[in-house]
């Protein structure tokens, strides 16, 4: 045995055995031993890291996997450097909330309890509810940190653990190293205080939902326009997550009377039964709800992910549905905030918008074209999160996104925000039927105005252990041998974002990349197009993003061009041997 697994991972196995565990875990670590060295490996070869979405991994027994006692470790973790953070204050105190994922409820009460055990106050939310509510708790209440227990759109083996700092943004750095530290310094289970304070824990609730949704409805631009839209047909799907508890209310106290929703999705379970994924950005999730918008003939199709952050839209297109992808859908509304912001006077030169590198640059161009600042940030919604705190009294966040799918608009949440973003949507689809036209009319007309813009997405998964290696190794590859054209046109730049720097290529000139650092590489070539290469922080994957450009003269050549740049991205795929 000694031979096939390594000597340290067969120690962290027996620690765990020898420790205060309980005899369940310690019956499943033998049995691993035992028969099934593979997933011994797999279980303890490292520890869970807080990655762009936090903590997540597989539900299981080890340090590598999601169960009570590395929950237990990053709570004790947690609570350790929130109190050599906040020393002077006489409570510090933290918001829970959790989706609808297998043992969800269970890993929010065992934070709850490291928590309190730690004198910390907990907010615990009731039952399941979406993650940006969690955000806005956190602002709402006063607290000093917040935990969503969650694996957002990940496969149903997964759960996950968000943490978040005061102003109800993600843990970035330095807090997010820090609390791994922490994390780190805790060399035996023992250290961690699983007896809960039962005086120190208060379940919240419906009160919460009553504010967030009336500062939801205050972000509304065309109250009159859905007073005349009202009946436009919505078909809804929360994907057995946690968007049945507020998009429909959202969308009802916006005005919408014809909100119907999947039934058979509305249902909040962890095995999701109903989808292979419960991920809006694949096609297969909208199925059920796409067939049900044509049998009662409908406008719009939405989805939500399980934790209610991210959707995913499908527009009518003559009597067919075409879905959105996530660049689209914040094209689409970002043009809408833009142009509502304009016609309703509330532009005075102090407003901004947000995106992450990997989003297509349409929307730079839009804020552009009217007068309004742009900031690009590296991916992940709590570097948007981080940009409206910096300018926080000075410059005003009308919206921002990403192109997996997450949207944000206003500030008084700190994350991506999929009740917002479906409320804010639909009232751009209204506002757009109320001129006589369909969404797609109106994205011909943003292409036919600022370029058409596509983009693509595709990912290599490498599972494990040497999956992990595998990707290390392409990166390095990359930097070491970067293609020097692509679909036949020469590359110009290159931005490496882990030594901060961008290069010229065809001058030399080396110019430093004012954000953090991070294992992304991004190729620019002489026509225009864009190609992101970079790990990703929550699944074991490396995720390649095309984005290509041309003129859209003439909007009856739509389908022609868009196939043309399909093919210009098929083409650089190959280059890069994918």
Known sequence: MSTTVDPQILQKARVWLDGNYDEETKKAIKEMMDNNPDELIESFYQDLEFGTGGLRGIMGVGSNRMNKYTVGSATQGFANYLKSNFPDRDQISVAIAHDSRNNSRYFAEITADVFSANGIKVFLFEDLRPTPELSFAIRQLGCQGGIVITASHNPKEYNGYKAYWDDGGQLISPH?????A???????????????NNNLIEKIGEEIDTIYLEKIKSLSLSPEVIKRQKDLKIIYTPLHGTGIT???KSLKNFGFEQVHIVPEQAVADGNFPTVKSPNPEESAALEMAIKQAKEINADLVMATDPDGDRVGIAIRNGDDFRLMNGNQTATLLIYYLLTKWKENNKLTGKEFIVKTIVTTELLADMARKNEVEYYDVLTGFKYIADIIKHFEGQKTFIGGGEESYGYLVGDFVRDKDAVIACS???EAFAWVTDQGKGMMDLLKDIYQEFGFYKEKLVSVVRKGKSG???IQQMMADFRVNPPQSLAGSEVVNIKDYQ????????TGEETPIDLPKSNVLQFFTEDGSKVSVRPSGTEPKIKFYFGVKSKLKNKKDFDKVGLELENKMEAIVKDLKL
């Open 176 to 180: 997010d190293k820090n609390v791994i």
């Open 182 to 196: 922490e994390v780190n310094k805790i060399s035996s289970i023992d250290d961690v205080k699983f007896e809960g």
């Open 246 to 248: 507020l998009v429909p």
């Open 424 to 426: 804010m949507i639909a």
């Open 468 to 470: 992990a290696e595998e």
């Open 499 to 506: 030594s901060s720097i961008s290069k010229n290529i065809k």
